[in-house]
């Protein structure tokens, strides 16, 4: 069984920057495509930023481009989302999902791509 835990969220003022972290078990995670995403209250979840096993690859929401980076470390089977300059808007439960399709050439964008979920950590950006 594969699990995802995610950490990191809390609460913190516009302009500043927290650093999630997501912890994977059960599977060969130097093999899988990584993503985060997010849902606000009211919201359909969406995407954030995606990373592809090889590590070369990423691709980003435009609404956080330039701000967010994602990394991962195979060594801790961890991946990260570091956010700066965060916004009001980028409040939301932020969650972490794997992608098993390791022969893509790229991470993938869409939800439906992705085979497993952590349950969420919580980012609220005060204003």
């Known amino acids: 069984q594969v699990q995802l835990v995610e950490s990191g969220g809390g609460l913190v003022q516009a302009g500043g920057s927290l650093r999630l972290s997501c912890a994977v078990s059960g599977r060969t995670f130097s093999t899988l495509n990584m993503g985060w995403f997010r849902q606000a209250p009211g919201k359909e979840r969406e995407f954030v930023a995606a990373?592809?096993?090889?590590?070369?690859?990423?691709a980003y929401a435009d609404s956080v481009k330039g701000r967010f980076t994602i990394s991962r470390d195979n060594a801790k089977s961890t991946v990260y989302l570091q956010m700066f300059s965060l916004k009001p808007e980028d409040t939301a439960r932020y969650y972490c999902?794997?992608?098993?399709?390791?022969?893509?050439?790229?991470?993938?964008?869409?939800?439906?791509?992705?085979?497993?979920w952590g349950q969420g950590t919580q980012v609220t950006v005060s204003s």
């Open positions: 990373i592809h096993w090889r590590g070369a690859s990423t």
């Open positions: 999902a794997a992608d098993r399709a390791w022969t893509t050439a790229a991470p993938r964008t869409n939800r439906e791509a992705y085979d497993y």
